[in-house]
């Protein structure tokens, strides 16, 4: 292999630039060049593809967000866009991919893998529900971020004896919701791995409020079927009834955005490095990711067939933790 190009596709995770950084310079290391794709999968199928060199990828490595740019891309979805994808990577002379991002994304490089196309894929998003990775890249860096906003929000909460709501990102998977609610203390966890009416939410913060608690704070994922705008809507009609009044915080970007935290950084120059080492010198057509605590290679086939589920163990602790 001689040249192998890097992008970033899908939500942004803090620690995506160290990653790219990590790419690139394991890949020039051992004298393979390296080209950065702007905007995804979006970019493959323009060409836009640009040689990175050892300094391009200086001073990223405390950035959130992606030098590269992201993207959403319908057309890589159908096999006339990835074959137009296919065709810039030969007139660019790539013989390799790494692809950082979440589970979109990593479908997209097991199906240009499943074309023949050698691709290595590094487990990227806030929402840590990427089978073959216990955690992945920007989870850490997001699950600070909410947490702080809660803690605040748990002060004021305190001072005026009110319940607060509150909504972090998660479409499918209530790992942040119930990792943020465990670690603030929160009364009540809204995920969506576990049905809760909002009868039951009113009931934790009533019984909360009963156990001589100055405030209530509910964490709520933003895929839960009752989200915070549904669960606000079912409070604000039934606020007599129940005796009480709560508020709604939605967290919503600004979970994405932070500087990577110190975990963040580390995981992504391990996995990033991780990569470059498998497409160069190993078996393409694996995630690199965590397992046990390693840095592990799971097939994409695997990847892509199979879900990671929040564990609802740990809301049931919550619960109990939260007497
Ligand atoms: P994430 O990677 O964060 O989960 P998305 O789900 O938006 O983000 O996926 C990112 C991109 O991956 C999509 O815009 C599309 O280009 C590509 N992708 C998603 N699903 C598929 C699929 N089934 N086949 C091919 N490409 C896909």
Redesign the pocket.
């Known amino acids: 292999m001689k040249n192998i190009a890097v992008l970033t596709?899908?939500?942004d995770a803090p620690g995506m630039n160290a990653a790219i950084r990590a790419v690139t310079r394991s890949a020039l290391a051992k004298r393979v060049s390296v080209h950065g794709v702007r905007q995804?999968?979006a970019g493959l199928i323009g060409g836009n593809l640009r040689p990175l060199g050892a300094r391009d990828v200086g001073g990223i490595i405390q950035q959130g967000g992606t030098i590269l740019g992201s993207?959403?891309?319908?057309e890589?979805?159908t096999e006339e866009g990835r074959l137009r994808a296919l065709r810039s990577l030969r007139q660019n002379d790539i013989d390799g991919l790494v692809v950082i991002?979440?589970?979109?994304?990593?479908?997209?490089a097991h199906?240009l893998w499943e074309m023949g196309f050698p691709v290595v894929g590094v487990a990227s998003?806030i929402d840590n529900d990427l089978y073959g990775s216990e955690i992945t890249l920007g989870v850490d860096t997001a699950l600070n971020i909410a947490l702080e906003a809660t803690d605040r929000l748990k002060v004021t909460a305190a001072s005026h004896q009110r319940a607060f709501l509150i909504e972090v990102m998660g479409r499918d998977c209530g790992y942040l919701a119930l990792n943020v609610g465990i670690a603030a203390g929160a009364e009540a966890i809204v995920i969506p791995e576990v049905e809760t009416a909002p009868e039951e939410v009113a009931e934790e913060v009533r019984a909360a409020y009963e156990r001589g608690k100055s405030h209530a704070m509910v964490v709520v994922a933003e895929g839960a079927t009752y989200n915070a705008s549904r669960l606000e809507q079912y409070f604000h009609e039934n606020r007599k009834r129940l005796g009480f009044e709560i508020r709604t915080t939605i967290l919503g970007h600004v979970q994405r955005g932070g500087v990577p935290s110190a975990f963040d950084r580390l995981l992504a120059s391990r996995l990033g490095a991780a990569a470059a080492e498998q497409l160069i010198d190993s078996e393409p057509g694996v995630l690199m990711g965590i397992l046990n605590g390693k840095v592990s290679a799971t097939p994409l086939t695997d990847v892509v067939q199979s879900t990671k589920r929040t564990d609802p163990h740990l809301w049931q602790m919550a619960r109990i933790l939260a007497r």
């Open positions: 596709s899908g939500g995804g999968y993207a959403r891309c319908p890589f979805t991002g979440g589970n979109g994304s990593q479908t997209g199906a998003t």
